[in-house]
């Protein structure tokens, strides 16, 4: 089985890096600071969002 890796990005430094899916620690590897760590998310992404994809207007 393929382990589904996810893209983060650090809001601190702005390193991205990438993860498996079941990454809990959300720690940056390049800077260490803890709970600074998103996914990182594409426009279509934010788009296909249920939850975000009311507040686009075109």
Known sequence: MMDVKLKFICE???YK???PKTWKERI???CGKK???HEERSISDLLDDPELGNCVQF
Request: with cysteine; charged share 15%.
């Open 12 to 14: 601190v430094c702005n």
């Open 17 to 19: 890096f990438e993860r």
């Open 28 to 30: 940056c590897p390049y």
């Open 35 to 37: 709970n600074t760590v």
